[in-house]
C-alpha cells in the first residue's frame, strides 16, 4: 500500500507533534508532582517518552516510515531511499509538527503557548552525548530495519528510554524535537542560542552510525569464498 | 470464531471492571504507600494501568473487539463495524461493568463500597486535554488495527502509560471509566458534577480521531495513476 | 517434543524456586534501599516479579507448562490436561522448589536461610483480594491461551505487575508461593498462621476463573444456527 | 547471512561497549539526581541497562550472536557453537570494548576518563549472587534459545531488569562487564581487587546453567518408548 505524499507530510507532522507534546507534556506533569526529586521526573518523563515512540512508529510507519526526525530523513535520502525534495518537506513537516506539539502540551497544562527556553545545554560533554547518542539511535535503525523490521517500534522505543540515562543531555537525538523543545521553559526545556550546535552533533552521530552501519551490514566476500572452496 | 452477544457483552463487562478496579485499586495502594509524593503514586497507578490493558485486551478481543469503553464502541458503530443496537447494550455493559469495578477495588480495600468522588477536574485546559487523549487513542487503535492488528493490545497499553502523562487530566479518554471513577473518594476519583464535560470532551475526541484517520488511511488515487502511467 | 515427567518436575521446582528468589530478594533489596518509601519498595519488588515471570514462563513453559503454581495445576488437571498423580507431584515441586527459592534469597542477602514470617496478612478484605487476583489469572491463562498462547509469557507478567498495585494483599495468588513466603521475615513475608486461608481463597479464586472461562469460551449455539440458515 | 570474523569481532566489541556505556552512564546519572535515594537510583540504572539489551541483541544478535559475555561464549565454545580461537577473540573484542564503554560514559559526563573503582563487593553471599545470577542468565538463554529463539532479546532484557533486583550484587553476571566497571568510581563501579573472584563466580555459574541445562533439554528415551508400544 503507498500513500500520496500529502498524507505522508501530515503522518510525520501528527507523529512529531505527538512526540513532543509527549516529551514537553509528561516532563511539565513529572516536574509539578516530583516534589524536588530530579530523578523522579525523569523517570516519569522517560517511560510516556519511550511508550509514546512504540506506539507512533506502529501507528505511522507505514504511512511514511515514522522518520518524524530529520536526522533519520536525512540518512535515508544519503541511502536512497527518500528522494532529496521529500527530504527537504519531510523535515519541514517534522519541525511544524514539533512545534505545535509544544503547544498543546503547553494548551493542556494552562501555560503560555510559547516561552522560548532558559535551560542551558552546551559544551563539549553535551555535544558528544547528542553525537553518541544519535548514533546510537542510527545504529539501532539501520541494523533492525535490515534485520527484523517487525521489531523497530519497540526497539526504537527501548533505545530512547535507555539513552534518556546513560547520556548527560538526556538523550534529544532529533533536531526537530530540539527546536521544538526551544519554546518551553518548562523541564525539558532548551535555551535557543544552544540549538544549533545540539543539532550539528545529532546530525554529526547520524552520520557517523551510517558509516559505521555501511561497513558492517555490508556484503562480505568471505561467505562466496567458502562457498567455492566447498565447490571445489 | 464468534461468540454469541451475551458473551460478548459479559467480556465487555468483565474488561471494564477489571480496568475499573485496577485504575482505582492501585490509585489506592499507590496514594497509601506514596509518603505524599504524588509523582510516585502517579507512577504506582500508570504502570498496574497499561500492563492490565494489554492483558485484558489479549484476553477479550478475540471474543467481544475489547472495547471497554463507549468512544471506541461509538466510533466502530459508525464504521458500520457494530449494529447500533449491540452499540447501546455494549455502552450499558461497560458502564455498569465499571462500576463494579470501583465496588471491587473498594471490597478489597476495605472502604465504603460507593462513595462519590470529590475531586474537581473542570475547566477548558483539561477538557482540551481528554479531547486530545481520546483523539489519540482512536488514532492509535484505528491505524495500528489497520496495519498490524496482532500489536493492538500492546500499543493501547503503551498509549495510555504515556497518556497518564503527558495530559493535565492524566487521561481517562473513557465515559465509561469517569462515571465509574466518579464513585470513588480515592487518588483516581472525579467529582460527579465533572464528568458529562468530561465525556462530551472524550467523545469529541474520538470523532475527531476517527475523521482524521478516515481521511489518512483512505485509499489514494495516486498508486493506481502511477501504475496506468507505468502500463502505458 | 515431550520431556519426562522428572523433568518436567525438575522444571516446575527450578522456575518456582526462581520465581520466588526474586520476590524475596528484590523485597529484601527493595525495602534496603527505598529509605522508608514503602511505594519505591513495591516497585523494586513489582518490576522484578513481572519480569522474571515473563523469562520463566519462556524458558519452562515448553518443557512443562511452566505452572508454578499448585492453583493452575489443579485447574489444568480439572480440564483434563494433566493427570492427577502428575498433579500432585506437579505441586510437591512446586513448594520444595519455592522453599528453596526463599533460601536461596537469604543466602545472596546473608539473612539467616529460614526464619518464620511475622507481617499479618488476614481478614476478609485480603480473602477477597485473593480470590480476585487468583481469578483474574486464570480468566488471563485460559482465554490467552485459547486465542493467542504465544502471549501468555508476556501477558502473565503483565497480569501480575498490575495485581500487586490492584489488589490490597499485593497478589500472592499462588499457594506454593504463599508458603515459602512464610519462611521469611522481609518486605514479602507473610506470618504462617495466614498462610491457609490465603490458599483457601486462591485455589476458589482459580475454581471461579475456570467456571468463569468454561461459561464464557464453550462453542456457542448460535453460529451452526447462522450457518444452517445460510445453507438453506 | 554470514559475517566476517572482524564484523563480527567489531559487533561484540560495539555491543559491549554500548552495554557499559549505559550500566555505567545511567549509574552517574541516576545517582546524580536521585537525592540520595538509592533504590531510586537503581531503578534509573536496572531500566535504561534492560532496554538496551533488548535494543543490543536485536541489532548485534544476527552479525556475532551478541554475546557481549565471555561467560556465554565460553558456554558458546563448549557447546561447538564457537571455535575456541574465535572464542578467544571474541573475549578480547568484549573486553576492550567493555573498558571503552566506561570512557564513553566518562566522557560523557565530565568525569576523568579512567579512575579506578572503591566500592568493595567481596564476601561469598555477594559471590553465591554472582554465580546464581550468571546461571539463571545461561539458563535463560539456552531453554529460549531452543524453544523460541526470537524471544531472546525480550527474555535477556527482562532477566537482567529483574537479576538487578533479586541479587545482593546487582547482578553483574558479565566478567567484561565486571572488569569494566572497575574502572570508574560512579555508583556501579567495583574496586579492582574484587574483580577477579567475581569472574570465577560468574564462570562457575555459567558452567552450571551448561550443565543443568544440558541434562534438562536432551533427548529423553520416554516419548521413543512411546512410539514403540503405539507402533506394536
Avoid at 522560548?116 to 533492525?144: D, N
Amino acid at each position: 500500500m503507498s500513500f500520496s505524499l500529502g498524507k505522508r507530510l501530515m503522518a510525520e507532522g501528527l507523529g512529531a507533534g505527538l512526540l513532543v507534546a509527549t516529551v514537553v507534556g509528561s516532563g511539565i506533569m513529572a516536574e509539578r508532582l516530583a516534589g524536588g526529586n530530579v530523578a523522579l521526573a525523569l523517570l516519569g518523563n522517560t517511560l510516556p517518552t519511550g511508550a509514546i515512540l512504540v506506539v507512533l512508529i506502529l501507528a505511522f510507519g507505514p504511512i511514511s516510515g515514522a522518520h518524524f526526525n530529520p536526522a533519520v530523513s536525512v540518512v535515508m535520502s544519503l541511502r536512497g531511499e527518500l528522494p532529496s525534495r521529500e527530504c527537504a518537506l519531510y523535515i519541514a513537516a517534522q519541525i511544524i509538527g514539533a512545534c505545535l506539539g509544544t503547544l498543546a502540551a503547553h494548551g493542556m497544562f494552562e501555560l503560555p503557548l510559547i516561552e522560548f527556553g532558559i535551560k542551558a545545554r552546551t559544551g563539549p560533554a553535551q555535544w558528544f552525548a547528542e553525537f553518541v547518542a544519535t548514533c546510537g539511535l542510527l545504529v539501532t535503525i539501520l541494523a533492525i530495519s535490515r534485520f527484523r523490521s517487525e521489531a523497530i517500534p519497540v526497539a526504537v522505543g527501548l533505545y530512547i528510554t535507555a539513552a534518556y540515562w546513560f547520556t548527560a543531555s538526556t538523550s534529544f537525538a532529533n533536531p526537530a524535537v530540539t527546536i521544538a523543545r526551544a519554546l518551553t521553559r518548562s523541564f525539558s526545556g532548551i535555551a535557543p542560542a544552544d540549538v544549533p550546535m545540539f543539532a550539528i552533533a545529532q546530525l554529526a552521530g547520524a552520520l557517523a552510525g551510517l558509516a559505521l552501519m555501511h561497513w558492517l551490514l555490508s556484503p562480505t566476500p568471505a561467505p562466496a569464498a567458502t562457498m567455492a572452496a566447498k565447490r571445489s
